[in-house]
């Protein structure tokens, strides 16, 4: 049998005949560990991946692949979402991306806010909202910054231009590492191996998990968003597991470098700082929310505009979405098929749960996807 | 939404470069790219602004992924494709 190592140098994409040679070293290497082993990633791209081509039908029974906090918007807090819709409800107008939309605060969402009357607008770059704020030089144009560091690098880049007067930035953005050291923690999941994202990694580079493989025992694996990679990523994941070696291995190596990149680096951390902040359903993770520093209180909404949240928090109301198990969903503890909402109360178009939100959430991919094999003859 | 997407820079002025994204032209932003960046280069855009040079020898590659998400003839809801596609939209229009 070829060796992952090799198959790696010869990886093309799509190709059957590769992805079988993949999983049968998977299997090799699950069979030499000889447990069952369990596996987390931490991207919904990522998923959108494995649901779409039904690679969970190919691992073997003793591999359970774990879709772990791999979703910015999902983890939002309801709190966070208040401060939007209550800005929207001043009369602010808020500019987000498409998936924040939707998104429940403790009661309501930004489009609910948008069906009250409040300016909402969606756009798909920061760049835009700065373009609506200079096009209502009436309104104080806030951008709800939402997503990983991948996205934060963007919204940093903009700080640092000249911008109108008129604009400001409520962050609600986060920082991957310091997730996956609160899933490393959980004690009733037994994660032994982590798969990294692709494009996150692109900004922070691969060495950023060295200490984080180091302390946990847990390789890591930097992986692409083919299904080959993905399949390739955890070949080799399985494979350093079987020899118990905690390294970093960059499967993704035409995007992602030791270093990353490093001018956004600087540009994100010139602007931000970590701060410690509560994820949906998850824990406070430590270091795990990126706020603007303070010398850019001018363009920080929350330093700059009053936002008083007390007319649309409703804590109350957030316990009433109760059976809705996103939390566990997000640390690996359950999937959307154990969640007695899945499909039935809670669907794309009436969301009860962050996780069927978003694009990237699990529960809105198997809920699309059906989790359905499609690997076109692999594995049988 | 963390995605990205590459594209071919036609043009270059200042921070700004219009790109080809499988024959839609964009404006992105040059602010966070990891290297400088010429015409004919690939870049990763991801909301509006390129974060990687990809490689020339791995153009090839990255390009054969995103062929596939956006061949979704037939799919009811693609949520790859969907991203894909916001991505592109993320960049300002170029005539």
């Known amino acids: ?380 | 939404m963390c995605l990205g997407v590459p594209g071919k820079v036609l043009a270059i002025d200042g921070l700004s470069a219009t790109v080809d994204f499988f024959g839609v032209k964009k404006e992105l932003r040059l602010d966070i790219v990891d290297e400088p960046v010429q015409v004919g280069d690939y870049v990763l855009n991801h909301v509006g602004f390129a974060i990687r040079r990809i490689p020339p020898e791995e153009v090839q590659e990255t390009l054969a992924l995103f062929d596939q998400i956006l061949d979704v003839t037939g799919a009811k809801e693609d949520l790859m494709a969907a991203d894909v596609r916001g991505e592109i939209a993320a960049g300002k229009d170029k005539p």
């Open chain 1, 1 to 380: 049998m070829t060796a992952p190592r090799d198959l790696f140098a010869e990886l093309k994409f799509r190709d059957p005949a590769r992805a079988r040679a993949l999983a049968d070293a998977i299997r090799h290497n699950v069979d030499a560990i000889g447990r069952k082993v369990s596996v987390m990633h931490v991207c919904g791209s990522h998923e959108q991946a494995i649901a779409r081509f039904g690679l969970r039908a190919v691992l073997p029974e003793g591999l359970e692949l774990i879709m772990g906090p791999g979703c910015p918007v999902c983890v939002t807090d309801g709190p966070e979402v208040d401060q939007a819709v209550a800005l929207a409800a001043q009369g602010a107008r808020v500019c987000t991306y498409g998936d924040m939309l939707r998104l429940p605060g403790t009661a309501r969402s930004l489009a609910d806010a948008k069906a009250e009357g409040g300016k909402v607008d969606v756009v798909y770059s920061v760049a835009q909202a700065v373009e609506l704020a200079q096009k209502h030089p009436q309104d104080e144009v806030v951008f709800l910054g939402s997503g990983f560091e991948t996205t934060a690098v963007a919204t940093a880049a903009i700080a640092l231009t000249e911008l109108p007067g008129n604009f400001s930035v409520l962050s609600v953005h986060k920082y991957v590492p310091a997730a996956m050291e609160i899933v490393s923690e959980i004690e009733d999941t037994n994660i032994e191996g982590y798969i990294a994202a692709g494009h996150a990694a692109t900004i922070t580079g691969w060495g950023i998990f060295e200490p984080f493989a180091r302390r946990t025992g847990s390789p890591v694996v930097v992986a692409g968003f083919e299904p080959l990679d993905i399949l390739a990523a955890i070949a080799k994941l399985t494979e350093l597991m079987v020899e118990k070696r905690p390294e970093v291995f960059n499967a993704y190596p035409r995007c992602v470098t030791k270093e990353g990149n490093v001018p956004a680096q600087k540009v994100l951390w010139k602007v931000f700082r970590q701060v410690t902040g509560t994820w949906r359903g998850i824990a406070t993770v430590k270091d795990g929310n990126l706020d603007l520093r303070e010398e850019w209180a001018r363009i920080d909404a929350r330093k700059r505009l009053s936002v008083d949240t007390s007319g649309v928090r409703d804590d109350a109301a957030a316990e009433e979405a109760k059976g809705c198990i996103c939390g566990a969903i997000m640390l690996g503890r359950g999937k959307p098929t154990d969640c007695a909402l899945f499909g039935r109360t809670c669907v794309p178009e009436s969301p009860v749960g962050a996780c069927m939100v978003s694009s990237e959430g699990q529960c809105r991919i198997w809920h699309t996807y059906g989790g359905a094999p499609d690997l076109r003859g692999v594995g049988t």
